[in-house]
């Protein structure tokens, strides 16, 4: 599909006179940095099922290898480098008055990119903290052992600073990714199969305020019903391309 015409002008229009903006992004956004999905074919899964690994009792029945796979995943991360996708969500900051980027990921792309308004649902992949007494440890911290690394102050279990299933969402990363959807006059969903809740809530609350609900993804997912447009294709060439048309002045189709 020739690239200009993927970008409606509706779209356009909704963003020229936008004041909010709010991008919730799931693994599809990292997935032209390298880092497999959840869910897709390669995906970081596919090996094992999310509740295997990614949750408390997962974590205390086998902590070597939850503590493995997320070492693993650090080593991707740290490898890996912010894509076309995540720096288009930098540019739209210098186009629209308000722009929050409401992240499901882990692996602090986004704030790599220069993102300024980072909402973290799922935590950060590259902090982590003792499970027993709560004592943070930056990555560069955590001693170099075999195995689940444990904590200099009382020998507790350090695990990462990430959301497992089950766990609450951090309430103030809650609120504010509450309150960005509320006022977004344009709500992107990129990059995510919109399984997860309660994130895969925040497109139809910000439907329900009055926002232009626009999915970015390269399928149809459950999200594909409630929004008002679904771009097919890659975070890494849409976001760009939205962002070059909004800065190109609007074609005066008067004459
Ligand atoms: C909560 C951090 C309240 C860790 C993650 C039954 C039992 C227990 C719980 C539940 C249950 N039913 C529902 C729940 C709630 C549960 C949930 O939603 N489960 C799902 C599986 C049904 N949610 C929770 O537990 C949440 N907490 O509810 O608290 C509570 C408290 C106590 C008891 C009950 C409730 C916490 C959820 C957070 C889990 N942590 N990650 C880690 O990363 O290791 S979730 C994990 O999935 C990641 O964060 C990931 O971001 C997230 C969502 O996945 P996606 O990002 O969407 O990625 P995915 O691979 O799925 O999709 C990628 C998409 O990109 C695809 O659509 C693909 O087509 C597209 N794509 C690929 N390439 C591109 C692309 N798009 C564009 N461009 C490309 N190039
Ligand atoms: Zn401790």
């Known amino acids: 599909m020739q690239a200009g015409s993927m970008i409606s002008s509706r779209l356009l229009q909704a963003l020229r006179g936008a004041k909010s903006v709010a991008v ?3 693994a599809g ?3 032209e940095s390298g880092i497999p999905t959840f869910r897709g074919n390669e995906g970081l899964w596919k090996k094992f099922k999310p509740e295997e690994l990614a949750s ?3 974590f205390l029945r086998n902590p070597d290898l939850v503590w493995e796979w ?3 995943r650090k080593h991707v991360v740290r490898e890996s480098q912010p894509n076309a996708g995540h720096r288009a969500l930098v540019d739209l900051e210098a ?3 308000d722009v929050t ?5 882990v692996d602090n792309l986004h704030q790599r990119a220069g993102s300024k308004n980072v909402v973290e649902l799922h935590g950060n992949i590259t902090r982590n903290f003792c499970n027993d007494c709560g004592a943070r440890y930056d990555d560069e911290a955590i001693p170099e052992t075999p195995g689940v690394p444990r904590c200099q102050k009382c020998g507790g279990l350090i695990r990462p600073a990430v959301v497992w299933f ?12 509450e309150t960005a959807a509320r006022r977004a006059n344009v709500f992107f969903s990129v990059g995510t199969s919109g399984i997860v809740y309660p994130a895969a809530s925040l497109p139809l609350l910000a439907k329900d305020h009055g926002a232009y609900v626009v999915e970015i993804n390269t399928e149809i997912t459950p999200l594909s019903d409630i929004v008002d447009e679904t771009i097919i294709g890659k975070a ?4 760009p391309e939205i962002v070059a048309q909004l800065r190109s002045p609007k074609e005066d189709f008067s004459q």
Do not use: K
Request: aromatic share 8%.
């Open 24 to 26: 919730l992004t799931g």
């Open 29 to 31: 956004i990292s997935a």
């Open 56 to 58: 408390v009792d997962a």
């Open 70 to 72: 997320y070492a693993y």
């Open 95 to 97: 186009l629209i008055p």
């Open 101 to 105: 980027v409401i992240t499901q990921n």
């Open 166 to 177: 089950g766990e609450l969402i951090p309430p103030d990363q809650w609120r504010l990714a």
């Open 236 to 239: 890494g060439d849409v976001l």
